[in-house]
């Protein structure tokens, strides 16, 4: 008994390139997609996980600073006044930014 084969070829599925997120690489529909600079498209699940990146870094920076802070107050004379503190994390750069 002979088996006979026959080959297909497909071809390869290519999808647009319009449809993909620049991150992850998935085909997503165009309303699960955030266009960014330079004409590029971030997918929502890549949208949000950037998001709580960018969150994580806030509080590791907002950590950082209050510890330096901190610091400066340390090192003020025991007998320091409000404004003395103030006028130190003036001068070492802490201020609001407009
Ligand atoms: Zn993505």
């Given amino acids: 008994m002979s088996i006979s084969t026959t080959n297909y ?3 390869k599925y290519e999808p647009d390139p319009k449809t993909l997120c620049c991150l992850c690489k998935e085909s997503c529909a165009p309303s699960h997609l955030i266009t960014v600079p330079e004409d590029k498209n971030i997918c929502i699940k890549c949208a949000e996980l950037l998001g709580e990146i960018a969150a994580e870094n806030r509080e590791k920076i907002k950590d950082s600073e209050i510890e330096k802070m901190l610091s400066i107050e340390s090192e003020m004379p025991d007998s320091y ?3 003395d503190l103030m006028t130190a994390l003036y001068d070492a750069g802490y201020r609001k930014m407009e």
Avoid: I, N, R, T
Wanted: charged share 15%; hydrophobic share 15%.
């Fill in 9 to 11: 070829e497909f071809s």
């Fill in 81 to 83: 006044q409000p404004y």
